[in-house]
């Protein structure tokens, strides 16, 4: 009897979409990038300050660390995924929960679950089931991270994390 080797298959699996993606392709978390920043702009999805602040939030709220998966659903040189694309992501990374960091990254996974599979649009900050996945959203990570005029915007998105506490 053969045995199947299902990390090598998941990693063949993700291969095609590589580009996309940041982190532990097997972490336990997914947080989806639906606005491209700058690091995207230059054809590495969360590479900088973006990709760090995750880390340590991710890290504070219990999950450990390096066990995230950063999904940039739209990368100027290469397109966006599709809805298909984006579930068939999440499918094989089958992460414990998932985090949409912006609007566009909510209303993709809107397409990507279609509405019936869809829980009622969690407001910011609010945890939400989908498909047995808890399910966060963040109004605007990356922007509350570059802002300089909004000094509350860091602590607005930190409390809105915070529903992902372990």
């Known amino acids: 009897m053969s045995s199947i080797d299902f990390t090598a298959l998941r990693a063949e699996v993700l291969e095609p979409w590589l580009a ?3 982190g532990n392709r097997f972490g336990s978390v ?3 990038k ?21 880390e340590r ?15 940039a659903i739209n990368l100027p040189q290469k397109g966006s995924l599709s809805a298909q694309d984006l579930r068939l992501l999440i499918e094989t990374i089958d992460p414990l929960a998932i985090l949409a960091l912006d609007e566009k990254a909510q209303a993709a996974l809107k397409d990507a679950y279609g509405a019936e599979l869809m829980p009622q649009i969690p407001k910011p900050g609010t945890k939400a089931k989908l498909l047995g996945r808890t399910l966060v959203f963040i109004n605007g990570f990356e922007a ?3 802002s300089t005029d909004d000094k509350e915007a860091k602590q607005r998105v930190w409390k809105q994390l915070k529903a992902l506490k372990q």
């Open 34 to 54: 639906g606005i491209p920043g700058e690091a995207e702009a230059k054809g590495k999805p969360f590479f900088g300050a973006d990709a760090e602040a995750l």
């Open 20 to 22: 996309y993606l940041h």
């Open 57 to 71: 939030a991710l890290t504070t709220l219990g999950w450990g660390s390096n066990n995230w998966c950063g999904v």
């Open 30 to 32: 997914v947080a989806i």
């Open 144 to 146: 509350a991270l570059a």
